[in-house]
């Protein structure tokens, strides 16, 4: 793509910074790993921080930290990374999915206590595309009914809620690493949480297992290799030394964004701020209207590939997945996640996208919807080449 989706913001600092390891004898369970832990811990007010090697296995170790189980059921949205659901799948648990708030795209708390039985044991919420969940009212929820909650903050670095950083709400918050984050390790996660026993439990989960005996061969539970390299650990200090500037630059994109949208019809622009939350930009999506159809979404897409601008269809509900189709309960209908997932369309969105990218995505996108609306959806499939 000439204008990528998405690109890592890497500085001659951070090459520094992990060729410096190279040059030790500690490539992994070092002193880079504690300060990379210890430097999150401090930046989001967690008590305890522990990395792993991605945003996926920090959500399987919650579960498997949390004793959840065969039978059990989490609550999570659809309108997520499919992570969000295997993360319970692989302790044989069983999603359970609940409808989104149609502003913020976030888990509706007043649709998740019906959805609770006595097989729930967690409620796993998303901070979708960096916007903080209704945080206050599902800890409320939780409380009155037993349950655990797990943040998936892992595209949400850096935001808040009334002040206070997302991820160190719940029982356990999951920070992702992967190149098209805030900040980057390559791959990589961090696990965050207030309770002693549980970074523990994660310590000894994503380390085969083993106590901090340092006694390398002895496994007292069922553990995993999810170890975060000492290189990947380097890389994230010196990406979260600037992840002030970075957050700044994400949200100045942004509005830079919608002050060329703006006014353009069928197109609603993301909010730019939300009550009580700062926002921590990870991608920049638009929704098209209700007259336009997922065929309408979908040929924009195809048209902006081809011109060599990267876009995708931020989320694919997770229900509606083949991997999916007989491993899920929708307890409600998940009607807004359906039409957010037909309408949404993510644009290029990274820390060095130049002025001109942005309006060069901006003219195309604003000719294609105009294209777009003045056809049926018969019309765009019948017109277009193979391939859309
Ligand atoms: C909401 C959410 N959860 C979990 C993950 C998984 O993170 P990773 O790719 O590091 O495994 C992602 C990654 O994109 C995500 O967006």
Not at 76 to 95: C, G, H, M, Q, T
Not at 149 to 166: L, M, S, T, W
Not at 309 to 329: D, W
Request: aromatic share 8%; charged share 25%.
């Amino acid at each position: 793509m000439r204008i990528p989706l998405s690109a890592p913001d890497v500085l001659q600092e951070d090459i520094d910074a992990v060729a410096a390891v190279l040059r030790t004898p500690r490539l992994s369970l070092g002193p880079k790993l504690e300060e990379f832990e210890r430097a999150i811990a401090r930046y989001t007010g967690a008590a305890h921080a522990v990395g792993v090697s991605s945003g996926t296995a920090g959500l399987h170790l919650c579960i498997r930290a949390l004793g959840i189980g065969e039978g059990d059921e989490v609550i999570v949205p659809s309108f997520a990374f499919i992570a969000v659901a295997n993360a319970a799948r692989y302790e044989k648990a069983l999603p359970v999915f609940v409808d989104i708030e149609p502003e913020t795209l976030n888990l509706d708390p007043s649709r998740i206590e019906a959805a609770i039985t006595n097989r729930t044991k967690a409620i796993l919420l998303v901070h979708t595309f960096g916007c903080p969940a209704e945080l206050p009212a599902i800890l409320e929820i939780a409380r009155q009914h037993h349950l655990c909650v797990i943040e998936d903050a892992c595209e949400a670095i850096g935001a808040e809620y009334d002040g206070r950083k997302v991820g160190s709400w719940g029982h356990a918050g999951v920070f992702a690493f992967y190149p098209n984050k805030q900040i980057t390790t390559g791959e990589g996660g961090m696990l965050i949480t207030e309770d002693p026993r549980i970074a523990s439990k994660f310590r000894a989960l994503r380390n085969q297992g083993r106590t901090d005996s340092n006694d390398w061969l002895q496994h007292t539970e069922l553990g995993y290799n999810y170890r975060l390299p000492e290189m990947s650990c380097a890389l994230g200090i010196s990406q979260l030394k600037r992840i002030d500037a970075t957050l700044s630059r994400r949200q100045e994109i942004a509005g830079k964004y919608n002050e060329r949208l703006r006014g353009i019809g069928n197109l609603r622009l993301p909010a730019l701020e939300a009550p009580r939350r700062k926002l921590s930009w990870f991608v920049y999506v638009v929704r098209l209207s209700e007259s336009l159809t997922q065929i309408h979404r979908d040929w924009i897409m195809y048209e902006l590939h081809r011109r060599g601008i990267g876009c995708a269809r931020y989320f694919a509900p997770i229900h509606l997945q083949p991997a999916y189709r007989s491993a899920c309960e929708p307890r409600s209908d998940l009607r807004v996640t359906e039409f957010a997932a037909s309408r949404c369309l993510a644009l290029p969105f990274f820390n060095r996208l130049q002025d001109a990218q942005i309006a060069e995505v901006c003219e195309n996108l604003s000719e294609l919807v105009h294209l777009a609306a003045s056809r049926t959806s018969k019309e765009l499939t019948a017109t277009s080449a193979a391939g859309f």
